[in-house]
């Protein structure tokens, strides 16, 4: 079996990726790398993976008559030629068919042809598009001991503490069965047990708990330059040495989410700058924010999340602040940066929708996963600002210590792979980012899921009483039930409703996370209603009973349209799986925050042409609804770009951080 890295050895690691700064090329370059890149795996489309895939599907016979001695012999023998680099194609196929046969003694799940098309497309470095319940994780599992026998270690990054550990458990025979050894990364793991873990072949976690650990790493090995160095160090560092050895290979599932939606984020490794000795200022900035009005005083653009005082705004300002006592609001500067803050706090960030107060404290939602955020804080003073607006005590100021983009740590490593239900909208932005090919996969069964009309409604008041009698209507007809919203703040609502109506449900949002797994569980039965964030679109499947496949399957009905079309695909994904019957549809009201920020004046317009509340879905109609949300994803796309620029300019002016 595969051994943990010694101490030594993980700094080594560590250094060599510590070097290796990824270029993004720019202008005619970027045109040549995007071209050269399809040219590379021109050949790799959907029929020569699926001849490879058929290929490997006939060797089954004879290495299913294997005993258990030949079938580890014959593993052994395979991991050797890849670990050495002398494996050819067909050696790769022989490594596939025999992951796929120890899947199938060890676990009793066997691929089907489909999964190990995709299989043999991770192991070439491919991102690939399976649609919700097509088995990614089984999937993911044959390839990685492939590329963890090549590439020496493979992190394998979910979207939550809880799939990971899962899924590292459950693969793990099939790992060790491989001769690898495989560990989770948990937010409640000490530093040498973290250690431990990363030194193991392959490791499950998520991308904010390695990214954090890799930056910490950074922050402790500070000026050094190499391992030989770094010896030296060793017993300053402590017992755990550098905690990540390098970055070597990474494969991600839920790809979109991490790659896409979450590259924009950076991740900060911050400490307290001093004691909360501004608190009283926030708090008095969100008192005087709220004697401002907006139109006279201030504009808001809600997209952009700023606020600018107008010549009005600016007096009141000056005269409110000279009552108080704090020198700092004598700078008139900082006085009006610190009240566009407390402005931007009150209008832009709102309680139930990008943060919720939990014990007291402000903690963020991720707009993209419906997931808390429980590490993270905003940066800048708008954390303190929302904590003033909501009457909590203020959290002290924070100093950054080191800061990466998850485009640029992804970047970084050599070899990247993942899977994702909804990534073919973004396919080039994958190739041009991050230089891998995408590959949309065929389901396993045809899909018979029926997309509904979508309805629209001038005002949310009527969309949600369309909703709940929409829910009451199939509730009697016994179909299970997925309703989707954007926040937090919806799912309650929705909620609210129908519990004044009698009908029997589950929440599923941020603050029932803990029990997620069991919530999905019950989705399925007949008569279910399930109401969710965006997290019930990610890592779990929903099982129907077979009386509820019978009735016409989960019927999933969106609240309101996403920023991103791939969330909408995503959260529809859930109905249908594996060819199951089902049904989705949406309904969208003009005062949705996507109309509202992206395309008010076509909305007005909508609104205008109808005499009663629901408007009919035409072309039109349609067509607004679109472009709103493409509106949204350019804008979207544009921050991710900002983002990349600044990963640039940081590694041209700093070249130590």
């Known amino acids: 079996m595969s051994q943990a890295l010694s101490k030594y050895n993980a700094l080594y690691e560590s250094m060599r990726s510590r070097r290796r700064r990824p270029e993004l090329p720019k202008g005619l370059d970027r045109k040549w790398a995007h071209a050269s890149l399809r040219l590379r795996h021109r050949k790799e489309k959907v029929s020569w993976l699926r001849q490879q895939a058929e290929l490997i599907d006939a060797m089954s016979a004879s290495i299913r008559g294997h005993s258990e001695a030949a079938l580890d012999e014959a593993v052994r023998e395979t991991r050797e030629l890849i670990i050495r680099g002398r ?30 098309m995709a299989a043999m497309a991770l192991v070439r470095g491919r991102i690939v598009e399976m649609v919700t319940g097509e088995g990614k994780t089984l999937t993911g599992s044959v390839a990685a001991p492939l590329i963890a026998w090549r590439r020496r270690h493979l992190h394998v990054f979910t979207v939550n503490d809880y799939l ?13 069965r491989c001769g690898l050894a495989c560990g989770a990364i948990t937010q409640e793991m000490d530093p040498a047990e973290r250690a431990e873990v990363y030194r193991l072949p392959i490791v499950y976690g998520t991308p904010k708990q390695i990214t954090a650990d890799w930056l910490r790493d950074q922050i402790r090995l500070g000026p050094i330059s190499s391992a030989w160095m770094g010896r030296q160090m060793m017993a300053a ?3 755990t040495g550098a905690m990540v050895p390098g970055l070597r290979a990474a494969m991600v599932d839920e790809a979109d989410a991490v790659l896409i939606d979450e590259g924009v984020v950076p991740l900060i490794i911050a400490q307290a700058r001093r004691e909360d000795d501004m608190a009283q200022v926030y708090a008095e900035g969100a008192r005087i924010a709220e004697l401002l009005d907006e139109g006279p005083d201030y504009k808001v653009e809600y997209v952009r999340k700023r606020t600018e005082l107008g010549r009005r705004g600016v007096e009141r300002v000056r005269q409110l602040v000279a009552e108080l006592s704090d020198p700092i609001w004598n700078a008139s500067r900082r006085a009006e940066e610190l009240i566009r803050n407390a402005l931007v706090a009150r209008h832009c960030y709102l309680r139930g929708h990008h943060y919720q107060v939990v014990d007291g404290q402000v903690v963020i939602v991720d707009e993209y996963t419906g997931r808390f955020l429980p590490d993270r804080s905003w940066e800048h003073g708008l954390h303190q600002a929302v904590e003033a607006k909501e009457g909590l005590q203020v959290t002290a100021d924070r100093q950054t210590l080191a800061r990466l983009s998850f485009q640029r740590f992804f970047r970084s490593y050599p070899f990247l792979c993942g899977m994702t239900g909804t990534i073919a909208d973004s396919a080039i932005e994958m190739e041009q980012v991050y230089e891998r090919p995408v590959t949309v996969m065929p389901t396993n069964r045809p899909l018979i899921r029926e997309q509904w009309p979508m309805r629209v409604f001038k005002s949310a008041e009527g969309k949600f009483n369309a909703i709940v009698e929409e829910i009451r209507r199939l509730y009697a007809v016994g179909r299970p039930i997925l309703v989707g919203t954007r926040s937090i703040e919806v799912s309650e ?4 409703r129908l519990e004044a ?57 969106l609240s309101e349209m996403h920023s991103a079309s791939r969330i909408d695909r995503q959260f529809v994904g859930r109905a249908g799986r594996q060819g199951d019957p089902g049904s989705a549809q949406f309904f969208v009201s003009i005062e949705d925050e996507l109309i509202r920020h992206n395309a008010p004046k076509a909305g007005a317009y909508l609104a205008s042409r109808s005499a009663s509340d629901e408007i009919r879905a035409t072309r039109l109609v349609r067509a607004v609804l679109r472009n709103a949300q493409r509106t949204a994803e350019a804008r979207a796309r544009r921050n991710r770009a900002s983002v990349l620029k600044q990963d640039d300019w940081i590694d041209q002016y700093m070249p130590g951080g």
């Open 87 to 116: 494996a050819d194609e067909q050696a790769v196929r022989r490594g596939l068919g025999l992951v796929r046969e120890v899947a199938r003694r060890e676990t009793g799940e066997e691929p089907f042809i489909v999964q190990m």
């Open 164 to 176: 990971a550990e899962r899924d590292a458990r459950s693969r793990s025979r099939i790992y060790t």
């Open 237 to 239: 560092m402590g017992s």
């Open 493 to 496: 609502l929705i909620s609210q």
């Open 501 to 557: 109506q009698g009908l029997t449900h589950q929440v599923l949002n941020a603050n029932f996370d803990q029990e997620e797994a069991g919530l999905i569980a019950k989705a399925g039965r007949v008569g279910a209603i399930t109401v969710a964030t965006n997290m019930a679109g990610r890592g779990t499947d929903i099982l129907l009973e077979d009386k509820a496949c019978e009735l016409g399957g989960l019927h999933v009905i």
